[in-house]
């Protein structure tokens, strides 16, 4: 089966640099995904990494290390909009379906 | 561009009732799949298609039961609802790594 695990809470400041790291344990491994979620909505696709290195996408980059089995997405010059849950996924399978990890609750403060 | 499309938002139904969840996408995916979301917990793969006739189990299949009749559709049934099975539950489809996610939904059974 596939495990992961990722911090349940971190707390950072407007303007601040954060890295949500997760480490995982699966067969079949695809690539590491990672979906932001506002309270209420619905998951929505932010970065994958199916190859070691770092991939950035305006201020959110995403890093894989496949040896390690571990991953982090890292957010700079926060705003208050990016308070919300972090999810980090494996996938996986024929459909690469995706494994979710538990969240991560990113809050920013003013 | 509707994206993913899913009916109802919001339901109650009493313990043994029965229901079917509807899930449309028109951007012409392959894979299409059901989670759901219970609170503070990632979400978890029920079932998922990688194709029109086809389904197959995913994490936690149990009182559930899927059809991929058409290509845009993915139903997901309840025969018997039990409180266990109240939960937020998730809609997504996928061309390949990235999920684009239905708004939810928000299902209580008591």
């Known amino acids: 089966g596939q495990s992961l695990e990722q911090p349940s809470e971190v707390t950072a400041v407007e303007g601040a640099i954060v890295q949500i790291n997760c480490t995982y344990q699966t067969s079949g491994f695809y690539g590491l995904s990672w979906y932001q979620q506002h309270d209420g909505g619905a998951p929505t696709f932010l970065s994958y990494n199916a190859l070691d290195g770092l991939e950035e996408t305006g201020r959110f980059s995403s890093f894989l290390s496949r040896s390690d089995s571990y991953g982090y997405l890292l957010l700079q010059e926060l705003q208050m909009k990016d308070s919300a849950s972090y999810f980090c996924?494996?996938?996986?399978?024929?459909?690469?379906?995706?494994?979710f990890g538990s969240g991560t609750q990113l809050t920013v403060l003013p | 561009n509707a994206g993913v499309t899913q009916t109802p938002k919001f339901r109650v139904l009493k313990t043994g009732q029965s229901m079917t969840l509807l899930c449309a996408q028109d951007?012409?995916?392959?894979?299409m799949y059901w989670y759901r979301q219970d609170p503070g917990m990632g979400l978890r793969l029920i079932h998922y298609?990688?194709?029109?006739?086809?389904?197959a189990k995913g994490e936690v299949p149990d009182g559930y039961n899927v059809s991929r009749l058409k290509k845009q559709n993915f139903l997901l049934g309840l025969e018997s609802a039990a409180p266990s099975q109240t939960s937020v539950y998730f809609c997504?489809?996928?061309?390949?790594?990235?999920?684009?996610f239905g708004s939810g939904t928000r299902l209580t059974v008591v």
């Open positions: 996924a494996v996938a996986s399978g024929s459909a690469r379906q995706l494994t």
């Open positions: 951007m012409n995916h392959e894979y």
């Open positions: 298609s990688v194709g029109e006739g086809t389904t």
């Open positions: 997504a489809s996928s061309l390949s790594y990235g999920y684009t």
